[in-house]
């Protein structure tokens, strides 16, 4: 079973940077492909970015696309969501992804079969 355990949420102005990191353990993290996702309070559940399992596939929504980078470390078994040029919108709970089976790219979050527990990020104007 894999457990995935995300850090590095807090609260932070408009215009800064946060660093989460997501962990796992369990399961073969080299195959997987990995995401992360959000929720803000009232909203469903909003994918960000991923990652496939080589780390030479990225896939992020629009509204991130130039600020957020996501990447991962084999070796540590740890993804990485590099948050830049936040902005009040951003504010969520973030979520970490992990697809066992497909080790590609998705925005669904139907791909993916394990996820973390959320760290939040607040991000004051």
């Known amino acids: 079973q894999v457990q995935l355990t995300e850090s590095g949420g807090g609260l932070v102005q408009a215009g800064g940077s946060l660093r989460l990191s997501c962990a796992a353990s369990?399961?073969?993290?080299?195959?997987?492909?990995l995401a992360w996702f959000r929720q803000s309070p009232g909203k469903e559940r909003e994918f960000v970015a991923s990652?496939?399992?080589?780390?030479?596939?990225?896939l992020y929504t629009d509204s991130v696309k130039g600020r957020f980078t996501i990447a991962r470390d084999n070796a540590k078994s740890t993804v990485y969501l590099q948050m830049n040029s936040l902005e009040p919108e951003d504010t969520a709970v973030y979520y970490c992804?992990?697809?066992?089976?497909?080790?590609?790219?998705?925005?669904?979050?139907?791909?993916?079969?394990?996820w973390g527990q959320g760290t939040q990020v607040s991000v004051t104007s």
């Open positions: 992804a992990a697809d066992q089976f497909w080790g590609v790219v998705s925005s669904s979050a139907l791909r993916f079969d394990s």
């Open positions: 369990g399961g073969t993290f080299s195959r997987f492909a």
């Open positions: 990652i496939s399992w080589s780390g030479n596939s990225t």
